[in-house]
Each structure stands twice: as C-alpha cells, then as structure tokens.
C-alpha cells in the first residue's frame, strides 16, 4: 500500500475489517507458542574505572497523579508534562533504582529500594531489589555496606525482608548523619503530626530502624565513606540529602539520589517542587548547581528516579535541562 | 564538602591523592565478592493489544565513523552530532533489535540480525539473537515465521546458526518481494562490481539463501502478511525496504525498520544520507512522511537501530525529529 496518513492512521480498523487471508500456505503442525509472561531482569552492568557497577531496578509505580504532586504550579501543567512524555493519561510513573558497586574490595549498595512490603505488593511492580540482585548473581550477604542517601521509605525499607529481618545481613548500614538526626528527633515528629505524609515518614523511619539503631554508622558530607565512594552534600530534598561521586581511575560517575524527581517533570522543569522535598527551595538551588555542573563537564549521571537502567548525560536546554538515556551496552 | 564546580571536577584526583581513611571501622571477614563480568540478557517484553513482543538485542556495533558514513555532510558535522549523543569520539555505535511477536497463533521473528559469523565475534558484541532469544525463553524450533525488512546482512544473515544450518528450523521465510527481485538480478549484481560495499551485500544475499531459494515466501507491500502484520512500503533504503504495523485489538505498534538509522544522526536530521541508503532521496522522503504521521498519531514506534529496548515515540522538534524511549516496564 501507499504509506499515507489515512493507511496508519486506520491500518487496525481496516486489517480487523478484512478477511484474514495470509500471504502463504504455511500452516505449521505444531501448537502455537504460548504466552511467557515475565519481563526481563531488572538489572544493568556498567564499568567504572576499575569499579563493576549494576544498576538495580526496584520497579516503577504508576499512579493516577495527586492534586499537589508538583506544589507550585497548577495541576494541569503537571499533567501536561507527564503526557509530553508519553505517561499514560491522568497518571505518572515513578521508577526505583539502587545501584550497587562493587570496588574490588568491598561491594555497596546505595539505597535499597521500597522493601517487598510496600505499595501494592500483590502487583510486583515495587519491592523488587532482592529479586533483582539474585537475577543479577549477587548474594544479599555478600554485600558489605548498604548506604542510604537519605531516609525516605522507597530508599531504606528494603533493608527488611519480608519476614522483617535484615535483607542484607552482613551489611554495615551508613546513613547520613544530618538525615538520621532530623528524623530521629522526637520535637520534629511531634512538629510533622498536622502532616499526613511527614506523620507516615517519621513513624516509618523509626519502626525499619527498629532494634538496630545502635548499628548503624552515620556519615557526613565531603567524606570518602568508602574507598572510591564520597559524599556530596545536596540538601533541600531531606537535611541530609546525600549524592556520591563513585571514581576509579580516571572514570567516574555522579549518583544524584533525588536531586531531581523523576526528570521527564523536574529536570525539564527544575524550578517546579515535588510534594517531596522537604526545604523546596533549596532542593531546587541545588538542582541548578548540581546540574550546570553536570552538564559543563558532560558527567554521566545515575538517578533513583530515572527509568531503568537509570543512567544518562545532562544537557542544557535554555532554562531546563535534558536527560540523554545512556545507550544498552551489550557486553561490558 | 561544599559542591561546587571544583569538587566535582576534582573530585577523583583529589580521592586518589588522599590517603583512604574509610569512614567506619568495619573490616569483613570474608573475600571480597569477584566481579561478575556479563551484561543482563538483551531482551524486553511489551503488549500490543493481547499480542506478546519482545524487542531481542543482537548487540551493538561501535567502529570509527567512517568518513562517508553520512553521505551529503562534511564528516566533522557528523561526528559532532556522534559526540552530541555521548558516542566515543570519533566513533559511531549502531545497535540491531529484532523483534519477536508472539500473536497467539504464529510465533514470527522480524529481522534476525547479523548471524554469529558477523563482526568481529570474538567481541561477541553483535550476532547475539540466538543467545538473547534463549535468555528470553524462546526455542528457536517454536518461530513460525522469519519475516525480512529487507535482505541487508545485519538483517537477514542470522537465518544460519554458526554451523551454517537453518537457525530456525521450521519458520517459514518471508522476503520483500521487491528486495528479493533486486538483490537476486545478476544485472543489478554486474552493474555494483565497482562499488566495494554493495559488491558485498549482492555476493552476502547469494550466499545466505544458497540452497534455499525456493522455501523463500515473497510478499508484497499493503498486505496482511501474517494475521495482524501489516506490510507497509517504505522505499528507499533498499528498493523493497518495509516497514510493520502490528494491530491486536485497539492497540499497534509501528516497526519502522530502517526507515531511520541511528535515531542520533538520522532523526535529529532528516536530511542527512546514510551510507547504506541504496537511494537516499526517497529514503529521505520516506523518513519525513513516516515520521510526520507517526509523531502526529503519538504512535509508538520500534527501530532496529534504536538503542535496546529500540521502542519509543517521536516528536517533532522544528524541522527535526526526537525519539522519546518507552520508559522501561519491569512487569508486562
């Protein structure tokens, strides 16, 4: 046929209108194949220098999109910037991904995703880290140091198996220290009560801390936390908000954590506030710093928040930015 | 630390010069966990109405961009546009996809890649169908059908296993009748003796379908090639190039094969000619009207040589067009 507009725009009703007639005889003796199902691993390998790194997918969550998910503009223009990227109507997408680092020496997993008892679990589209590291070949207790950016549910409940013990269990778990602070503290849970959302936040903390907080290793900014892993300080999401520079060699990598929220809104709109980020303002001044660098020196930059395998380069475009997904490599 | 623009270009040298002084005390008493070394299988699942498809990574080819590999531009304005993308410097990467649909009654392959006597094997970085199919659980003796874009060697050589059999035994193959009739004239083949690349192709055509010339299906364009695959004519790149509309339900997906090359030269500029291009005008032609409509129509569209998974939607940016990947779906 002429390929015209009318010839794609109707090529479903008009096959469905027209007797099936295949082109050949060929009918094959056996059954037809059936269905598979399941998706593909969520997991991605990536090199570093020296460092083997793995992009761990927890899943994404699709959801009808909340009156004040971004807080200073109005709904629509929200909605309007979740359609231009393809989400489906009325909705937004949110992925998860932790990435784990292998040094050579010690292997860390920073952040872990939303733990198998949160969002929906009956759906599986969230709470797939443990699922996903043993599809990748890794035993949780091989794992040596969990280090969390901040202390959001959907970056610390994956610490705790289904059951409620420790996922990784011979982890060392470092959290930064201003975070642990802020939500530790008694007077600023007693200050978020009038706050559904911060009220669910501080009681989540304190319950997947539960019975262990005596272990836990605080960190600060500016630090070498691990040999080859530094912390970078990006507060305005949390107090403590915490990204990493991961280097080796002459290589590196900038993991933003929640610098930006998912960047199909907050990274092509970086002056719009996600519902949450706790200091908005200044999460949106380190955004700008954050990503002006980023983009000066063309860094590859891994977020929590972009689609799997989570891993791109920033480019300015006038007052926004662009994310440029990182091409699949086949072999690493 | 503070970040500012030094700290984050600084930010390895200063970790190598700085004695390791890990945060913590922790000392494991096991071996460090060895790296694991493979990619994630390249395979992705998606629905197009009760159909099952699923994108299969043949690999990646990264060469130095040869200096006509973009016919009608200077070379330094090709490679730019290489480097805009974040490909190796002066180098140019090309991935391969086909794609399986499974429509409940025919188990159909579209393109089967290089074969894995192609490129460099020993790299293992292209001809990996086979291996890709595997992973997805996917016996090669259940495809019914083998169905060509058009018979280029990344396309079509992966009909033979190393051996040099059939690498899918009991699938039916289905050629582009105008691809076939071109590449199979002995005139045409005379009259490309002094074009080294095309000398090639005519001898690779001849040699693949060696033996079995008469099992080959010739099918015509605007016809329902199997029951809701839809042949679309999209000349240019070969005489009998073709593109797909696959239809189940309400839903479809177009297969754009070559319509475009790498989406990163040749859809952010339209006008540019690949090398491959047998009549790069009416590729060009082609290019715009199938994009035209499939950015008006928000259609998602598959391409061969889009980076895995190799599925997304365009846009139209001025005279430009962006392709926007499909955010990865960790179920289906």
């Not at 872990?112 to 590291?133: I, M, Y």
């Not at 706050?195 to 903390?205: D, E, L, Q, S, T």
């Not at 290589?251 to 506030?273: A, C, G």
Request: glycine share 8%; hydrophobic share 45%; proline share 8%.
């Amino acid at each position: 046929m002429q390929m015209t507009r009318r010839n794609l725009l109707t090529g479903a009703a008009a096959i469905g209108a027209t007797a099936i007639a295949p082109a050949t005889g060929f009918l094959p003796a056996r059954a037809a194949a059936p269905p598979l199902g399941a998706q593909a691993p969520g997991f991605y390998r990536y090199k570093v220098g020296s460092f083997e790194c793995t992009s761990i997918n927890d899943g994404a969550r699709t959801f009808p999109m909340p009156d004040t998910f971004v807080k200073n503009v109005p709904k629509e223009q929200a909605l309007a910037a979740a359609e231009a990227a393809y989400m489906p109507k009325g909705m937004v997408t949110v992925p998860f991904n932790p990435q784990l680092i292998n040094t050579g020496s010690k292997l860390v997993l920073i952040d872990c995703g939303n733990g198998v008892a949160t969002f929906e679990p009956s759906k599986g589209a969230v709470g797939r880290t443990l699922h996903n590291l043993a599809a990748a070949g890794v035993d949780p207790k091989s794992i040596d140091v969990v280090l969390m950016s901040h202390l959001h549910p959907d970056h610390t409940n994956g610490i705790r198996a289904a059951d409620g013990s420790m996922a990784f269990p011979n982890a060392e778990i470092m959290v930064p220290a201003m975070d642990w602070a802020f939500w530790m503290s008694d007077e600023n849970a007693a200050k978020a009560e009038s706050n559904p959302m911060m009220k669910n936040y501080f009681a989540g903390v304190k319950k997947i801390y539960a019975g262990i907080e005596g272990k836990v290793t605080k960190y600060d900014w500016g630090k070498e936390v691990v040999p080859g892993i530094n912390s970078v300080a990006t507060p305005g999401h949390t107090p403590g908000h915490t990204a990493f520079v991961i280097a080796s060699g002459s290589s590196k990598i900038l993991i933003q954590s929640d610098v930006t929220n998912i960047p199909e809104l907050f990274l092509r709109n970086p002056d719009w506030h996600v519902a949450f980020d706790i200091d908005p303002v200044m999460a949106q001044e380190t955004r700008h710093k954050f990503y002006d660098m980023a983009a000066a020196e063309k860094a590859m930059v891994v977020g929590f928040h972009f689609t799997f395998p989570s891993i791109g380069h920033v480019e300015k475009d006038g007052a926004k930015y662009r994310l440029i997904p990182v091409a699949w490599n086949p072999v690493i």
